[in-house]
């Protein structure tokens, strides 16, 4: 069972319920976050090995080349380009796809692997954890997030997903058997929430709702939830408490309180999804 944590724009609090969810649930916790990972900051694991991610990238043999452009007009990212009189490959453009290889009619086109990041893989507890991390300067996410997801197809686990609706996020949460949305009660929140809402309809992904930093300003999230009939798995309140905790980078069910609120959570969850 593969469990997706997403948000709608950063800074509602994903990693911080994702995490704390994992810990109560066990199998697996999957940081698919890896332009910016910072789930092990709370999890602590101990890491046992890394390995890199790599994709092919075209070698040009100038020796065999003709110039007759084809693996250029192949491209569909814009990744080969004709300089003078050789060609050119833009790196960080190519998608690893292979089709200049299968275009070229001399041979004079080679691959090479070419590492975009890692894969850290350890253990906190019993809690068993992976996360990618995306090279600096690095444009492409995908084949981590891809890697990541092979690592636990068979596997119970929870994904913790970038923020917002890219095409990272469609990556990491396909395949999935249920969507967690997290958000937080204000008009920022709120707009966001329904994009993400919006893409996991599309995706026919079932799913359901935590607010985050509940307060005063709940209803909002509420109403909207009413009349767009999704699921409010439970709140997290606004609590000096919590910043206290997160701020030393520590996980929140190491007070007894907030332990029984995610206990509940996740005990919502399970029957939830049981039930999809």
Do not use: W
Request: with cysteine.
């Amino acid at each position: 069972m593969q469990i997706s944590v997403l948000s709608g724009k950063g800074g509602t609090g994903k990693t911080t319920i994702a995490t704390n969810l994992a810990v109560i649930m066990g199998g697996y916790y999957v940081d698919c976050d890896v332009e910016e990972p910072n789930g092990f900051i709370f999890l602590k694991p101990n890491i046992s090995k890394s390995k890199d991610v790599s994709i092919p990238t075209p070698q040009i043999d100038y020796t065999k080349c003709t110039l007759c452009k084809k693996c250029v007009q192949v491209c569909q990212f814009n990744a080969l380009g004709i300089a003078g009189n050789q060609v050119v490959v833009f790196e960080k453009l190519c998608h690893g796809c292979g089709a200049c290889l299968l275009a070229c009619p001399d041979g004079a086109i080679s691959e090479k692997e070419r590492a975009i990041g890692k894969i850290d893989a350890g253990q906190s507890g019993e809690l068993k954890c992976l996360q990618g991390v995306l090279n600096v300067g690095e444009p492409m996410a995908g084949p981590i997030i891809r890697d990541l997801k092979e690592m636990v197809k068979e596997e119970s686990s929870l994904i913790d997903c970038s923020p917002g609706s890219s095409c990272n996020v469609v990556k990491a949460i396909s395949g999935a058997h249920y969507a967690i949305l997290v958000t937080e009660p204000t008009a920022f929140g709120l707009h966001d929430l329904k994009i993400a809402v919006e893409l996991v309809r599309k995706l026919k992904l079932p799913f359901g709702l935590i607010i985050n930093r509940g307060n005063d300003d709940n209803r909002m999230i509420i109403d909207y939830c009413e009349k767009e009939k999704i699921r409010l798995l439970g709140v997290i309140p606004f609590d000096r408490r919590v910043a206290e905790i997160y701020s030393r980078g520590n996980l929140l069910i190491e007070d007894e309180h907030y332990r029984e609120i995610f206990e509940e959570l996740a005990e919502n969850i399970r029957e939830v999804v049981r039930c999809s």
